[in-house]
């Protein structure tokens, strides 16, 4: 792909994310300190916006991102933003994801027919909801992201796709400055749900080049599908409800225990991220039983440290 436009869709990211500041600001969309947050002065929470601008403008006008893709991306934005500004029943935000997820799936209809529409019905509300859940400190989410984005790329490289994951990447990384080390401004529900919505594309698009690649990429995103597979048990054997607010994640309890400084904490989950991306490029050239089982393998240590860490 051409560094030009790289460049210029982080620079739209970077700028579109700096203006949303004071927009957030007259709207109202303002993060306040709260018994489960860490963050202690009110802070902008509609950063997203540029990320699907960035990644919105220059996918449409490479033709990378266009159709049923293209509106699904459109739906999912506007359902965060409006979640970010009024707040939207869990009932309201799921429908617009099965929304979304089926012109997502509806675009793939050509590669993969009935399949494809089957994925993005699943995947889309199960990725938004994994990327809202996991976007509890400076740059998690987005930089888990742009990290599980880069190694899509890696994985296709040399197809379309493969420049889809750049852009998407990009985007992310322009959201970035102005969310890490010391955050700014938060992506809000518009940026966790249409970044979601984004790593959903780009796994169905891997699915397009055969159940191994589907898989490699499957791996390469683990980490936010982990974390809210452990909350749900944990909420569950707690008797809470289990889509409830808490700092027991993963990632908190690797930080209150160990190293108690959550940039460092949020490096360290960017390298496990870095480490999934690894051993999804190994199930992609390893013979396919060999493969799930490593992948198995994986997921039965990251629960076991989970347990560790008393996130379970």
Not at 125 to 149: E, Y
Request: aromatic share 8%; glycine share 14%.
């Amino acid at each position: 792909m051409d560094g030009l436009l790289l460049t210029l869709t982080f620079l739209t990211a970077t700028v579109a994310v700096g203006l949303s500041i004071p927009l957030a600001r007259a709207l109202g969309i303002v993060d306040r300190p709260g018994a489960i947050k860490i963050h202690t002065l009110p802070t902008p929470r509609f950063g997203g916006i540029g990320i699907v601008a960035a990644f919105g403008l220059w996918g449409w006008q490479t033709g990378l991102v266009g159709g049923g893709a293209l509106l699904g991306l459109l739906i999912i934005a506007l359902t965060g933003a409006l979640d970010d500004r009024y707040g939207l029943t869990p009932r309201v935000r799921l429908a617009a994801e099965l929304v979304a997820g089926t012109a997502l799936g509806l675009h793939f209809w050509p590669e993969l027919g009935g399949m494809g529409l089957l994925l993005g019905v699943v995947l889309v509300p199960t990725m938004t909801n994994a990327v809202n859940l996991i976007d509890g400190m400076n740059g998690l989410a987005s930089g888990n992201a742009a990290i599980s984005a880069l190694g899509v790329a890696t994985l296709l490289w040399g197809t379309p796709q493969a420049a889809l994951a750049l852009l998407a990447a990009a985007s992310l990384l322009g959201f970035l400055v102005w969310n890490y080390p010391r955050a700014k401004t938060f992506m809000g529900d518009v940026g966790s749900l249409s970044t979601g919505y984004v790593l959903a594309m780009l796994w169905i698009a891997a699915a397009a080049y055969g159940g191994q690649s589907f898989l490699a990429a499957g791996a390469m995103m683990a980490f936010p599908l982990y974390d809210t597979l452990a909350g749900i048990i944990r909420r569950w054997r707690r008797g809470r409800p289990i889509f409830d607010g808490d700092r027991d994640h993963t990632y908190d309890r690797l930080d209150q225990l160990y190293i108690q400084n959550p940039p460092k904490t949020v490096l360290a989950v960017w390298l496990l991220s870095g480490l999934l991306v690894l051993l999804g490029l190994w199930i992609n050239q390893s013979p396919l039983p060999l493969g799930l089982a490593g992948l198995c393998l994986s997921l039965a240590l990251l629960f076991w440290g989970a347990h560790r860490l008393g996130s379970l």
